[in-house]
């Protein structure tokens, strides 16, 4: 018996809307906004929650440290060999201490602390929260009377803010002192020498507000991640999505972050 | 006379175009073990979350101990959450606290109980569900039976006066289900609890529970005792009971 052979229905390919796509924009940051203010009129109600906060601060500050000054020190070893070899074209060797310090502690430290805490960080949190969210965690602490917004999220965005510019004091050290070994190994130099020289050409404005301005970094990366881990739906492939996001949203909110704050620091502290 | 501890009048509860609760009618006595029947997306759990305040509803009113509690604020809310405990499906026990710390959780935000005597209360919390050993184990490390009674022995903890539970002896096998509707039968005989139960298994609620409510499509199909429901001519429920026979 003959049989006929169909050829198969084409496949239609569901069409992405571009006003769907904007309007689901809207609602995000509307919904954000709406986090903030939650978490805001949290964060100021008493009694603050200390252990949690000290519990946040451990979880985001020590235990990122090693990834942040491992971080800081490929960026110092990096800086000082790239540069050394344009340095002596020009004749200007002499001031590699100053350039490395210049530009870690003016843009390097901050920026890759900022972006290596998202990844670690955000993805934490973002996860953590997730999980608590499709496991019923959150609404089981709601319904024991306790706000989630207060105990979890302002603990967490707290912590993140303190910790920020903490770990990227020590981003900088890190990525000085590699600096010098990197400079050593090639010509040796003594480190009291090498720092005296770095420090000599960087102001104390040149230092202060490019390491706070991570305090803001650090809102984004808590803000954002507690948000999207606190909106988590669908299961283990939600709390996945959440950490991704997290990640992606709290490293591109930094980025645009640095440009507006270089630009108000350079307003504020013309150098 | 004391008011009834849950009223719950033309309840209606949508997401998006899903219509989840029609106009919901109930009320439970004190003292009672009301349990909830239907097919899974029906809304039962809705209707828990929605008495707890997790959810809100779109219309109707719901009356906790005599105080409606449909458009309280947060605190007002908070305070008759104290007097509620709920069970959750899966326990919801919180991930980084050991068993007693999960029990301690709400002691420790809304009692001023010393140390030594909050230890003592969640030993005791513990004891009445069976577990005395174990204390200090991460709930991944326990079974789901267990997780279970570690989270009503937690949803205790503040000695409320109404419990929900959603859906208690899910998954467990018939020994463990059964210890756990003595669990909360034993509420109501030593503190006079008044319980919801939200489940599909018609074996274990005809064992605990006083009354029966049966949803079907958002509406409530029938309410009555176990011996009601087998005089129900209702193809759905006579199908439920021989699907649990």
């Given amino acids: 018996m003959a049989t006929s052979v169909s050829a198969p229905a084409p496949q239609v390919r569901p069409t992405v809307n571009p006003m769907d796509f904007v309007s689901s924009g809207i609602e995000w940051f509307g919904e954000l906004g709406v986090f903030c203010v939650r978490v805001a009129k949290a964060m100021f109600t008493l009694p603050f929650e200390w252990s949690e906060f000290v519990h946040q601060l451990d979880a985001t500050g020590s235990k990122s440290l090693p990834l942040i000054a491992l971080a800081g020190s490929a960026t110092g070893v990096v800086l000082s060999l790239q540069s050394r070899a344009s340095l002596v074209r020009f004749g200007a060797k002499g001031m590699l201490p100053t350039m490395l310090v210049f530009s870690i502690v003016k843009e390097m430290g901050p920026i890759i602390t900022g972006l290596v805490a998202s990844g670690r960080i955000g993805a934490g949190i973002g996860a953590e929260l997730g999980s608590m969210k499709v496991t019923e965690q959150i609404d089981a602490m709601e319904a024991s009377a306790v706000n989630p917004y207060k105990y979890l999220a302002a603990t967490r965005i707290l912590a993140c803010i303190v910790v920020l510019p903490l770990l990227t004091i020590a981003a900088d050290a890190c990525g000085i002192l590699m600096g010098w070994i990197a400079n050593t190994l090639t010509e040796p130099i003594s480190l009291q020498y090498f720092i005296n020289t770095g420090i000599n050409g960087v102001s104390f404005s040149d230092f202060l507000p490019p390491t706070l301005k991570t305090a803001v970094f650090g809102m984004i990366i808590g803000t954002v991640s507690s948000f999207q881990g606190m909106r988590t739906r669908g299961g283990t492939e939600g709390v996945g999505r959440s950490a991704t996001s997290s990640v992606v949203l709290s490293s591109l909110f930094i980025i645009l972050a640095d440009v507006i704050l270089v630009r108000l620091i350079l307003v504020f502290f013309p150098t | ?245």
């Fill in chain 2, 1 to 245: 006379m004391d008011p009834q501890p849950i009223v719950v009048k033309g309840l209606r509860k949508s997401f998006g175009e899903q219509q989840v609760l029609k106009g919901i009618d109930l009320a439970v006595n004190k003292g009672e073990i009301l349990a909830v029947l239907g097919k899974s997306g029906t809304g039962k759990s809705v209707l828990l979350r929605l008495l707890i305040g997790l959810e809100k509803a779109d219309a109707g009113l719901i009356c906790i101990r005599g105080h409606e509690t449909t458009n309280l604020q947060m605190d007002q809310l908070n305070e008759m959450r104290l007097r509620v405990g709920f069970l959750f499906q899966e326990g919801a026990l919180y991930d980084s606290l050991t068993i007693a710390e999960n029990v301690a959780f709400p002691l420790r935000r809304h009692s001023k109980m010393a140390d030594s005597e909050r230890q003592e209360k969640v030993r005791t919390l513990l004891h009445s569900v069976g577990l005395d050993k174990d204390l200090e184990k991460m709930p991944a490390d326990i079974s789901g039976g267990m997780r279970k009674r570690v989270g009503l022995a937690r949803a205790l903890a503040l000695d409320p006066e109404i419990l929900l539970f959603d859906e208690p002896t899910a998954g467990l096998d018939p020994i463990t289900a059964a210890e756990i509707g003595m669990l909360i039968q034993k509420q109501r005989e030593e503190r006079n609890v008044t319980s919801i139960v939200v489940t599909h298994d018609m074996h274990a609620a005809h064992h605990f529970s006083d009354r029966l409510v049966m949803l079907k499509e958002g509406n409530i199909l029938l309410t009555g005792t176990f011996e009601d429901f087998q005089k129900s001519k209702d193809p759905f429920v006579a199908q439920f009971l021989s699907d649990a026979a």
